[in-house]
Each structure stands twice: as structure tokens, then as C-alpha cells.
């Protein structure tokens, strides 16, 4: 059993950052990809950022040179630092982790975390 805990979300000015936090607890798991997505309103969700268990990051065009992810494994942690917010980045911001389960089935799955609110003010 896999659960993600989010924090960070909330309201910021145009300009301002946020950090995000996501940390995956569980027993007999092991998380490889971290990520996050978005949804705007009337939009569809989209992947904002990726990181990989080896470090490997991928984010969305529309983020790169403002948003940074990253990593500890130790704490099976991800965090998302948001700079130069605008109000474009308004959405519900939601942790995803791919998982390995230790046992012998050595099962996939995907786990959710219940979404952040992040809101840009003009």
C-alpha cells in the first residue's frame, strides 16, 4: 500500500513561488518515477514534470526555467519549486508515483496523491 501526502499548494502573487512537497509512505514498495501533473480549470490534466529514480528530469515546455523538480529517495520524497508564478499556473497540482511492489509478484502500479490547489493572483 501506497499513499502520497501533498503540501505546499496556496495562494501567491504573480511573480512569487511555491514549493511543493510530495512523500510516498508504504510498506514493502519501492517508488521509481515521481512526477506531477496539473489541472486547470476546462482544461485537460497534463504532466508538468518527471523525475526518474536514476534523476532523470523532464518538464513541460511551458514551465522550463521556472519550475524545478527533484528528489530524496532516502525520504521517497518529491518536491516541485515553482518560480516566477503567473496566473497561468493555476490548477490543481496532484503527486504521482510508479511503484515496485518487494514481494514476488514484483507488481507495478500507480499511485495519486488527492491534489494541491495552487492559485496565482494577477
Known amino acids: 500500500q501506497v499513499q502520497l501526502v501533498e503540501s505546499g499548494g496556496g495562494l501567491v502573487q504573480a511573480g512569487g513561488s511555491l514549493r511543493l512537497s510530495c512523500v510516498a509512505t508504504g510498506r514493502m514498495f519501492r517508488i521509481n518515477a515521481m512526477g506531477w501533473y496539473r489541472q486547470a480549470p476546462g482544461k485537460q490534466r497534463e504532466l508538468v514534470a518527471l523525475i526518474t529514480d536514476g534523476g532523470n528530469t523532464n518538464v513541460v515546455d511551458s514551465v522550463k526555467g521556472r519550475f524545478t523538480i527533484s528528489r530524496d529517495n532516502a525520504k521517497e520524497s518529491v518536491f516541485l519549486q515553482m518560480n516566477s508564478l503567473s496566473s497561468e499556473d493555476t490548477a490543481v497540482y496532484s503527486c504521482?508515483?510508479?511503484?515496485?511492489?518487494?514481494?514476488?509478484?514484483?507488481?507495478?502500479?500507480?499511485?495519486w496523491g488527492q491534489g494541491t490547489q495552487v492559485t496565482v493572483t494577477s
Open positions: 504521482y508515483a510508479e511503484a515496485t511492489d518487494l514481494n514476488l509478484s514484483r507488481s507495478r502500479s500507480v499511485h
